[in-house]
């Protein structure tokens, strides 16, 4: 069992910038894959970024890329999310979720929630314009 907490939302002006986290606990973070999706009032849950284990590839959803970035630090059972110029529409809770990797998936990333095993409680993101 891996438990996620997640912090560092909060109310932030459009253009400004906030940094997410994500510690585990329960089991090393270096066996999972580790993803962010949100999900905004009266609208599915959406991903946002995914990471492999060993932080050699990142992929990002369209309308955050060049302003999203995620990483891992591993030693510190922590992922990340660092997001600038924000803007009112990523407004959302958002999560962080953790992909139990098997013998053959090892580097395996993805964007499908199906996907991932374990979810944080998420985290309030407020962008006001």
């Known amino acids: 069992q891996v438990q996620l907490v997640e912090s560092g939302g909060g109310l932030v002006q459009a253009g400004g910038s906030l940094r997410l986290s994500c510690v585990a606990s329960g089991r090393p973070l270096h066996g999972y894959g580790m993803g962010w999706f949100r999900r905004a009032p009266g609208k599915d849950r959406e991903f946002v970024a995914a990471i492999t284990r060993d932080s050699d590839e990142t992929v990002y959803f369209d309308s955050v890329k060049d302003r999203f970035t995620i990483s891992r630090d591993n030693a510190k059972n922590t992922a990340y999310l660092h997001m600038n110029n924000l803007k009112p529409e990523d407004t959302a809770v958002y999560y962080c979720?953790?992909?139990?990797?098997?013998?053959?998936?090892?580097?395996?990333?993805?964007?499908?929630?199906?996907?991932?095993?374990?979810w944080g409680q998420g985290t309030q993101v407020t962008v006001s314009s």
């Open positions: 979720a953790a992909d139990r990797l098997g013998p053959g998936f090892s580097s395996r990333i993805t964007s499908r929630a199906s996907e991932y095993d374990y």
